[in-house]
Nanobody
Framework: QVQLVESGGGVVHPGGSLRLSCAAS????????VGWFRQAPGKEREGVSC????????YYADSVKGRFTISRDNAKNAVYLQMNSLKFEDTAVYYC?????????????????WGQGTQVTVSS
């Protein structure tokens, strides 16, 4: 069964850090670009970051550039999102998704598989 499972969400103070994990089962992430998206209540889904399936190229939305770092561990069939200097506006449900192919993928419609999401809440 093909599955993506996110973990690592939680409640954190502004300025704090969290590390999200995206674990794949039923398929190998090696040949997929993996993206992180987020959706806050009442807002549209936003692409946060992506790592390519080939050379590890990365993409970050301007809103998280310099604070978030995406990485992948093909041996563990997983992708991670290190989130530092968290802000109130980072509060959202975070989803990982996988898109077949070697390149960076921005459009949500091009993703083949999605996880169920993990809640990140930044609160004082």
């Amino acid at each position: 069964q093909v599955q993506l499972v996110e973990s690592g969400g939680g409640v954190v103070h502004p300025g704090g850090s969290l590390r999200l994990s995206c674990a794949a089962s039923g398929f190998t992430l090696d040949y997929y670009a993996v993206g992180w998206f987020r959706q806050a209540p009442g807002k549209e889904r936003e692409g946060v970051s992506c790592i390519s399936g080939s050379d590890g190229s990365t993409y970050y939305a301007d809103s998280v550039k310099g604070r978030f770092t995406i990485s992948r561990d093909n041996a563990k069939n997983a992708v991670y999102l290190q989130m530092n200097s968290l802000k109130f506006e980072d509060t959202a449900v975070y989803y990982c998704a996988a898109a077949w192919g070697p390149r960076i993928v921005i459009a949500p419609d091009e993703y083949n598989y999605w996880g169920q999401g993990t809640q990140v809440t930044v609160s004082s």
